[in-house]
């Protein structure tokens, strides 16, 4: 069965650069989440996406943004990164309205800042 | 407080013990609920998902939600080192809301 596909899988980016990861949830699927995970940390709630319309906002910071495309793809755009910014994203997928059914997770983009 | 409480272990048992993981929550409005499993680097894999309260049973894992004590469990029977991994938890409260996880349970399976 077709999963949540994660882009890139490694990044690696100096300070105040900027990255971009992508999301494609799996088929049908109309909720987008992403987190973050940082080592030993459970995954925190960046924001989510229903229907291509930002749906919920967690603990983004100002320097991230993101959208939900007519595809239902999704990409994360962080910008002025810093160390801390260094973890595992993770985009998850649901059917139906956010917080509601089966929450799939993708493998996840591991971000290293240097 | 955190909306949800997970012992964070480790656990370690011997290969073939019964596991008994378990999570404590807050809010009385949670109905959906779900057990994930993630290896180190992994995206977290989902086990068991169950809806308002009840038992449910898949193969060697089993589920249990008493929503009248606010506390979930997952079972793992015959547990084999391949179970050894860190164990969420997460729960919402339905449409609106975040899912809400534990922070993970560390468990190792010793041959």
């Known amino acids: 069965a077709a999963g949540v596909i994660q882009s890139p899988r490694h990044l690696i980016k100096e300070k105040r650069e900027t990255a971009t990861l992508k999301c494609y949830p799996i088929p049908r699927h109309d909720t987008v989440y992403w987190y973050q995970q940082g080592p030993g940390q459970d995954p925190q709630f960046l924001i989510s996406?229903?229907?291509?319309?930002?749906?919920d906002k967690g603990s983004i910071p100002d320097r991230f943004s993101a959208q939900q495309f007519s595809d239902y793809h999704s990409e994360l755009n962080m910008s002025s990164l810093e160390l801390g910014d260094s973890a595992l994203y993770f985009c998850?997928?649901?059917?139906?309205?956010?917080?509601?059914?089966?929450?799939?997770f993708g493998e996840g983009s591991r971000l290293t800042v240097l | 407080q955190k909306e949800v409480e997970q012992d964070p272990g480790p656990l370690s048992v011997p290969e073939g013990a019964i596991v008994s993981l378990n999570c404590t929550y807050s809010n009385s409005a949670f109905q959906y609920f779900m057990w994930y499993r993630q290896y180190s680097r992994k995206g977290p894999e989902l086990l068991m998902y169950t809806y308002s309260s009840g038992n449910k049973e898949d193969g060697r894992f089993t589920a249990q939600v008493d929503k009248s004590s606010k506390y979930i469990s997952l079972f793992i029977r015959d547990s084999q080192p391949s179970d050894s991994a860190t164990y969420l938890c997460?729960?919402?409260?339905?449409?609106?809301?975040?899912?809400?996880f534990g922070t993970g349970t560390s468990l190792t399976v010793i041959p």
């Open positions: 998850a997928s649901s059917l139906g309205p956010p917080g509601t059914g089966e929450l799939f």
């Open positions: 996406f229903y229907e291509k319309m930002q749906s």
């Open positions: 997460a729960m919402s409260g339905g449409t609106g809301n975040q899912f809400y």
